[in-house]
């Protein structure tokens, strides 16, 4: 498909637990970001990459929070020990990453419940 | 710090008439971007319109416009002859060097509601 694809869509999970998110960006596009949505809110910045390294990651929470793309291409954020304050909507998206006019083009999301 | 601020949770228009929703920000910057996007009841976040902090006319897309006013640092999104399918979450970002250049934060988000 032409846009950014997230799975899964639907992730129920136990505290305690590991869990993975992917994300594929649109083809050709060097930046990619994560964000977290809680009920109610705007999207929380968690981290950003260009390519294959992590250019920003000062918004993920804690060190359980941890995000890779090793190929500059599919990105996976994993959580360690879930806990039930993890339980939002995980979005990514993606930009061509040429400047700060660079408008991100966003995933469906992954909706990420922790019983 | 950077802060977006949309004072109003919820807004209702009739069908075919204008909206305003507004943002605030707060941002040391002189340059910087101001985005929109739309998030319909599916989840998915979609791209209104852009304004850079430089660019001298308001932005527009269709019937999107942003009423954009530096000295009060506002950027209010303006809807024309709102339609039924303009129902969702409406959300105000903003991007800058004190951003950290790509990383873009964003306001709590107005639900709109167009009444038939």
């Known amino acids: 498909g032409a846009g950014v694809s997230q799975t899964p869509s639907n992730k129920v999970t136990e505290k305690g637990k590991y869990v993975e998110l992917r994300c594929d960006p649109i083809s050709g596009h060097t930046a990619l970001y994560w964000y977290r949505q809680s009920l109610g809110q705007g999207p929380e910045f968690l981290i950003y990459f260009q390519g294959t390294g992590a250019a920003d990651d000062s918004g993920l929470p804690n060190d359980r929070f941890f995000a890779v793309r090793p190929e500059g291409s599919v990105s996976t954020l994993k959580i360690q020990r879930t806990e039930r304050g993890d339980s939002a909507v995980y979005l990514c998206?993606?930009?061509?990453?040429?400047?700060?006019?660079?408008?991100?083009?966003f995933g469906p999301g992954t909706r990420l419940t922790v019983l | 710090a950077q802060k977006i601020t949309q004072t109003q949770p919820g807004m209702f228009v009739q069908e075919k008439e204008a909206v305003t929703l507004d943002c605030t920000y707060d941002t040391s910057d002189q340059s910087y971007g101001l985005f929109w996007y739309k998030q319909p009841s599916s989840g998915e976040m979609i791209f209104l319109i852009y304004?850079?902090?430089?660019?001298?006319q308001n932005a527009t897309e269709g019937r999107y416009s942003l009423n954009f006013q530096k000295a009060r640092k506002s950027a209010n999104l303006v809807i024309s002859a709102s339609q039924l399918g303009d129902s969702a979450m409406y959300f105000c970002?903003?991007?800058?060097?004190?951003?950290?250049?790509?990383?873009?934060?964003f306001g709590a988000g107005t639900r709109l509601f167009v009444k038939a």
């Open positions: 970002a903003m991007r800058g060097p004190n951003t950290g250049g790509f990383k873009t934060i």
């Open positions: 304004q850079g902090s430089y660019d001298e």
């Open positions: 998206a993606s930009s061509l990453g040429t400047g700060k006019t660079d408008t991100q083009y």
